[in-house]
């Protein structure tokens, strides 16, 4: 009897063994597969966003020399900066010109590729093209255009018998300037996103249309915008904080002692210049933080409008 | 109706052109000026639009006084370190999240999500605090070194994962693979568009990055493209063909790249966006 049960109990104990191996096996092999990513988060991402919360309550001497505790200090003096609500007032003003702008046309000319337009393949590979160089080379190129001694733009406008415009040095236009390079070098991005879920539409809901006799523009409005919206949400959402991100045209465009700098000077700019030109990384993380906190407002009240717009088939 | 279909098309085609020439203008304005001498950049009066002859001097003036053979090293070197990286741990950390169960998963998945949902400079100071304290300033690793892992690829290779049919893994365990073979030989080569995808997006993200190598790398001789323009760009300051130049230098290698592989890098860029 005795060696029965022992043989019954051995029995299942071997399954039981065998399935938790296998289970198990598979376990190693996940924890093994995520383990390089997983702690290269940690290392990278997760320890770091603790780091400069922490950093945010101190005041950093300059080379090492130390940090104070200033508990809510930087904080307080954020409030209290003139700048910093510049490159607020700066970085929402630019993503209200840039987004808007690069969205609506850029699902324009998507509408317009997706038909059976010639060529239709070489104009999208050239709107893409401003996408791939790099943004200081552009920008470059760009300050020279808008040089307003021997910039090309201002040349033109002579010709059309416009005055001048200061382009980079004019604190009233630095801004629309910046926002105009923003739009030229996204447009061609959002327009290739777009164009694919323009693609997703079935072509008989047009036929269909067509048949009932709608006009094109009533097309647009009530099949195209409706089921390009998850697309449309996605490049909204993504071209937003692209554009709450700002810090490339800026830097090479605006240097600290312009007098544009005020009314162009960004938050990640400021982030910047704050924690490496004057090595102040305390200033520059509770900036960050700030950043953080616009972002996740950004983020919820849009979750939040979704559902008002957005169509998911 | 055959007529007014004509007219728009034509309407259509002009408003593209001048679009596209606008997308071009900018770059064709920077090759001509890369090769003008000082006084026709400068001159008004006439106004010059191309050179008289070209100045390909500008072109030698900008190399021997930047190593742009050390920038393009340094760059490309950047940029092939962290795709490798990005698609090699990406792939592995998503087919197991795709398609292995294990303790912890939906935690350490959610840790990846929320990397995506941060903005990135919030990590820019910590980072550097570490480069800078192993001692790395002015190499090719602080370069890549964000880039080592990518929660983006994970997340974008993940849902390429998810998308294969569960059967194939089904046979090829029964045909004796272990989970890696059946990973690295069946599902892997699946999901090539998926790799191209993020191959692609990585390469472009990591060559355009201006502020992580301007801060990481300050000798000039450990500069990418796009943190030894922004130098250059305040030394030569009124030297318009010269500046010119250099970012001619700096544009054209990911410009033929795109030239030769544009389907992959629309097509890449349409999907990596699409799938998120």
Redesign the interface.
Known sequence: MRRDYRRIFGKEWNTVKKVSKK?R???Y???F??A??????????????F??LY?SFFKSGAFGKGNIFVGLDNYKRMLSDGQVWHAVKNTIEYTCMVVPVTIVIALL?AV??NGK?K?KGI????????????????T??????Y?S??G?IN?VLNKLGMDSVNWIDDPRVALISISIIGI?ST???SM??L???LQEIPRDYYEASDIDGASKVKQFFSITVPLVSP?LF??LV?SI?TA??V??VI??MI?VTSPSYDSTVSL?YL??NN??KYSD?GY??AI??L??MI?MVI?VIQTKLQKKWVNYM | MERKRKII?FI??I??II??F???L??L??VL?ALKTVSE??S?NP?VFFPKTMQWENFKIVIEQNDFIQLYFNTFAMMALRVFCAVL??A??A???AR??????NF?FG??L??M??????????????VDKMGFRNTVFALV??G????FG?FLMRQFFMGLPKELEESARLDGCN??QT?WKVMLPLTRSGLVALGIFTA?FS??D??WPL?VNSNSDAAT???A??KI??AYSVN?PQ??A??VL??WP??L??MVF?KQ??EG???S??K?
């Open positions: 289970t096996n598979e376990w092999w996940g924890w597969m995520v390089p990513t997983i702690l290269g988060l940690i290392v990278l991402n997760i320890i770091p966003i780091q400069t950093l000319m317009a590729l337009l060529g104009y999208r590979t050239i709107y893409f093209v401003p996408m791939v160089a790099a943004p200081a080379a552009v470059m190129v760009w300050k020279w255009l040089n001694q021997y090309l040349h030229w447009i061609g991005y290739v996103l164009l694919a879920g697309t996605f490049v993504t904080i709450m991100q810090f490339d830097y090479m240097d990640v982030f910047y924690s490496f990384k520059g993380s960050v933080m950043l953080l972002i983020t | 098309t259509l085609h408003v593209l679009g596209a606008v997308m071009v900018p770059f304005w920077m000026t950049s400068t008004m106004f741990f990406s592995m950390a087919y197991a999240f292995l169960e294990f303790p912890g998963k350490l840790l990846v929320f990397q949902m941060v903005p990135a400079q919030i990590f820019v100071v910590p980072q550097y605090l570490m070194f964000p080592l892992v990518s929660a994970t989970i890696w990973f472009l060559f355009k201006l502020m801060i493209l796009s943190s323009l922004a760009s305040s318009y500046l010119m250099a970012a700096a544009v990911m410009m790249i795109y544009q890098f629309i860029i349409a999907t966006g699409g998120l």
